[in-house]
Nanobody, 126 residues
């Protein structure tokens, strides 16, 4: 059974930083592309960042480019999202996700992801 568990959310002031982590079990992490999404109240779940399984290709939403960094540690079966320069508009529940397909590429569409974590709340105060 594939399981994704996120951690690292919390409350931070504008301009602050947080690092989210997501561990994957039940599937070979080293050959699984990973992604982060977020969902704010009343809004659709949106793509934030994605990384291929070798970690050498990443993709970011325009709204977080230059502030967020996605990375992975295949030895720990964990993907990270380092978030710097946080803004109140970054407030959302953040989800990590994994696709069902095995391709060494970055997936950006929500429909391409099959496995989801339970989400972790990130709140940025002004």
């Amino acid at each position: 059974q594939v399981q994704l568990v996120e951690s690292g959310g919390g409350l931070v002031q504008t301009g602050g930083s947080l690092r989210l982590a997501c561990s994957l079990s039940g599937r070979a992490f080293s050959i699984t592309a990973m992604g982060w999404f977020r969902q704010a109240p009343g809004k659709e779940r949106e793509f934030v960042a994605g990384i291929n399984w070798t970690g050498d290709t990443t993709n970011y939403a325009d709204s977080v480019e230059g502030r967020f960094t996605i990375s992975r540690d295949n030895a720990k079966s964990t993907v990270y999202l380092q978030m710097n320069g946080l803004k109140p508009t970054d407030t959302a529940v953040y989800y990590c996700a994994a696709p069902v397909r095995y391709n060494n590429r970055v997936y950006t569409a929500r429909s391409e992801y099959h496995y989801w974590g339970q989400g972790t709340q990130v709140t940025v105060s002004s």
